[in-house]
C-alpha cells in the first residue's frame, strides 16, 4: 500500500526562525499534496495544497514545493509565530488522503 | 474555507451502550464523508468512507456492524458506535470532500472525543 513519512517528527524553532517539514511518499499515481495544521483537541485545518501540474504555492508565511519525480513535498513556515505551534500532517492523495504520522511544530518566543 | 460541523464535541457513556456522532457540512454539498479515528500523539486512521446514498466502504480492519455509517443527505453522516467499549475510546474526526474543479478538496470537523467507562 502506500507509504507515507514525514521529517521531522518533531521540531523546535525560534520564534522568527524558519520552519521546513518534508513528505515523502511511494504512489506515484497521488495527485493532490496538502498539508493540515492540527491544534490540541481539535480537527485538522487544511493551510495550504498544491496539484501535481504545479511545483510551488506560496500563501503569505506559507509555501509548498513539489518534487514529483523524486516524490516528496514540502511545508516551509518563514517568521515563524508562537501561534504557529501545532502538529502538522502531509496527506498526499491517490485515490484517498494517506496521513503522514505528523510533526510537532514549536515556536519559542 | 468550507466549514464541517461535528456533534457532540465530547460524550461519556458506559460500556454495552450505543452513541451517535453527526457530521454536517455547514455551506456545501459533500458528495463523500469520511470519518476517522485519532489517537493520541498519533496520525488519523482512515475508518470508512461514505458516499450519498449507498453504503460505506470500510478500511481493513475496521467492523461494519460496530461503526454503523449513514450518509442519508449531501450534507449529514451519521457515525454509530454500537455496543461501546473502553477501547473504543478515542478522537473520532470526520471530513467532507467538495468536489473542486479536478480534485476534491477535504475538510475536517472538529471532532467528537469518546469516552467509554
Known amino acids: 500500500g502506500e507509504n507515507v513519512e514525514q521529517h521531522p517528527s518533531t521540531l523546535s524553532v525560534q520564534e522568527g526562525d524558519s520552519a521546513v517539514i518534508k513528505c515523502t511518499y511511494s504512489?506515484?499515481?497521488?495527485?493532490?499534496f496538502p498539508w493540515y495544521k492540527q491544534e490540541l483537541g481539535k480537527g485538522p485545518q487544511l493551510i495550504i495544497d498544491?496539484?501535481?501540474?504545479?511545483g510551488e504555492k506560496k500563501d503569505q508565511r506559507i509555501a509548498v514545493t513539489l518534487n514529483k519525480t523524486a516524490k516528496h513535498f514540502s511545508l516551509h513556515i518563514t517568521e515563524t509565530q508562537p501561534e504557529d505551534s501545532a502538529v502538522y500532517f502531509c496527506?498526499?492523495?491517490?485515490?484517498?488522503?494517506?496521513f503522514g504520522q505528523g510533526t510537532e511544530l514549536s515556536v519559542k518566543p | 474555507g468550507a466549514v464541517v460541523s461535528q456533534h457532540p464535541s465530547r460524550v461519556i457513556c458506559k460500556s454495552g451502550t450505543s452513541v451517535k456522532i453527526e457530521c454536517r457540512s455547514l455551506?456545501?454539498?459533500?458528495?463523500?464523508m469520511f470519518w476517522y479515528r485519532q489517537f493520541p500523539k498519533k496520525s488519523l486512521m482512515l475508518m470508512a468512507t461514505s458516499n450519498e446514498g449507498s453504503k460505506a466502504t470500510y478500511e481493513q480492519g475496521v467492523e461494519k456492524d460496530k461503526f454503523l455509517i449513514n450518509h442519508a443527505s449531501l450534507t449529514l453522516s451519521t457515525l454509530t458506535v454500537t455496543s461501546a467499549h473502553p477501547e473504543d475510546s478515542s478522537f473520532y474526526i470526520c471530513?467532507?470532500?467538495?468536489?473542486?474543479?479536478?480534485?476534491?478538496?477535504?475538510?475536517f470537523g472538529p471532532g467528537t472525543r469518546l469516552t467509554v467507562t
Open positions: 498544491i496539484r501535481s501540474n504545479v
Open positions: 455551506d456545501f454539498q459533500a458528495t463523500t
Open positions: 471530513s467532507a470532500s467538495r468536489p473542486q474543479g479536478a480534485s476534491y478538496e477535504q475538510y
Open positions: 504512489d506515484s499515481a497521488s495527485n493532490y
Open positions: 496527506a498526499p492523495r491517490g485515490g484517498k488522503l494517506i
